[in-house]
């Protein structure tokens, strides 16, 4: 079974894996009752969590069976419930690229923002645009999300160029990437092209490039201020763990 849903995971493609979740949901939480790890996006226990990932990224025991959160939605959750004033600010425009499942619905119901999605071919988005060129006007938001996009586009510079435009002055954004932090500089090579060569070298068929420990540098060069939320100053060992929160990973706030 197993290798059954690690197959699936890596193989199907992203839309089709969307509408596959909603009747996981329903069967995962129950193989997994325990209290041992906790999600607090969704504030339910269980005895472990699923894995993910590629082969050469995978990962144990990050997967929430419930809301399907992965350590980077936990991680970003608990800096805007407990570090922003994102859910009691109200009339904030919100972008949001490439929504996130386990955020969707939250967003969307919250009364105290306009919320926006986009995304190239995500059935979770409003619209549908290339990243390259957003077609919205300047300084329109207030708070910009674009997780786990940047590592798949051409030129990752031009998209952090147009999400910083579309940003109001005084506004915020949280831009979640694979980094790899054995690495000073962000790795690319276009001659790469195959699947098996991507994962090889980005963590995932579909990646174009990994980011290395000079990420923030890119942020700032389109144009951002960057201001690191290190969890470890927040929270303690006995929280992350629960949590299943990588300790690798530094949550940088963007802002203009």
Same mark, same amino acid.
């Given at each position: 079974?197993?290798?059954i849903?690690?197959?699936?995971?890596?193989?199907?493609?992203?839309?089709?894996?969307?509408?596959?979740?909603?009747?996981?949901?329903?069967?995962?939480?129950?193989?997994?009752?325990?209290?041992?790890?906790?999600?607090?996006?969704?504030?339910?226990?269980?005895?472990? @969590?699923?894995?993910?990932?590629?082969?050469?990224?995978?990962?144990?025991?990050?997967?929430?069976?419930?809301?399907?959160?992965?350590?980077?939605?936990?991680?970003?959750?608990?800096?805007?419930?407990?570090?922003?004033?994102?859910?009691?600010?109200?009339?904030?425009?919100?972008?949001?690229?490439?929504?996130?499942?386990?955020?969707?619905?939250?967003?969307?119901?919250?009364?105290?923002?306009?919320?926006?999605?986009?995304?190239?071919?995500s059935?979770?988005?409003?619209?549908?645009?290339?990243?390259?060129e957003?077609?919205?006007?300047?300084?329109? @938001?207030?708070?910009? @999300?674009?997780?786990?996009?940047?590592?798949?586009?051409?030129?990752?510079?031009?998209?952090?160029?147009?999400?910083?435009?579309?940003?109001?002055?005084?506004?915020?954004?949280?831009?979640?990437?694979?980094?790899? @932090?054995?690495?000073?500089?962000?790795?690319?090579?276009?001659?790469i092209?195959?699947?098996?060569?991507?994962?090889?070298?980005?963590?995932?068929?579909?990646?174009?490039?990994?980011?290395?420990?000079?990420?923030?540098?890119?942020?700032?060069?389109?144009?951002?201020?960057?201001?690191?939320?290190?969890?470890?100053d927040?929270?303690?060992?006995?929280?992350?763990?629960?949590?299943?929160?990588?300790?690798?990973?530094?949550?940088?706030?963007?802002?203009?």
């Amino acid at each position: 079974m197993k290798k059954i849903y690690k197959y699936l995971l890596n193989k199907l493609p992203r839309p089709l894996l969307i509408r596959l979740s909603y009747p996981f949901k329903l069967i995962a939480p129950l193989l997994y009752k325990g209290n041992k790890v906790e999600c607090p996006v969704c504030e339910k226990k269980f005895s472990k @969590f699923l894995s993910y990932g590629s082969d050469i990224a995978h990962r144990e025991n990050v997967l929430c069976p419930h809301d399907l959160t992965l350590e980077r939605h936990r991680l970003m959750w608990l800096y805007l419930k407990g570090h922003s004033d994102f859910f009691t600010k109200k009339g904030s425009e919100v972008l949001h690229i490439a929504p996130e499942q386990c955020f969707y619905k939250r967003f969307r119901a919250q009364e105290n923002i306009k919320y926006l999605t986009g995304d190239l071919v995500s059935p979770l988005a409003d619209i549908h645009f290339d990243l390259h060129e957003i077609p919205l006007e300047d300084n329109r @938001f207030d708070i910009v @999300f674009c997780n786990h996009v940047l590592e798949h586009v051409d030129d990752a510079m031009q998209c952090m160029k147009e999400l910083h435009r579309v940003m109001k002055p005084g506004g915020f954004g949280i831009m979640q990437v694979p980094q790899d @932090f054995t690495r000073e500089e962000t790795y690319e090579d276009p001659s790469i092209t195959s699947e098996e060569d991507r994962e090889k070298h980005f963590w995932q068929k579909d990646h174009v490039r990994l980011f290395g420990k000079d990420y923030p540098q890119w942020l700032e060069k389109a144009g951002f201020t960057v201001t690191p939320f290190i969890k470890e100053d927040n929270y303690d060992k006995e929280t992350l763990d629960r949590y299943r929160l990588d300790p690798k990973e530094i949550l940088y706030i963007v802002s203009k």
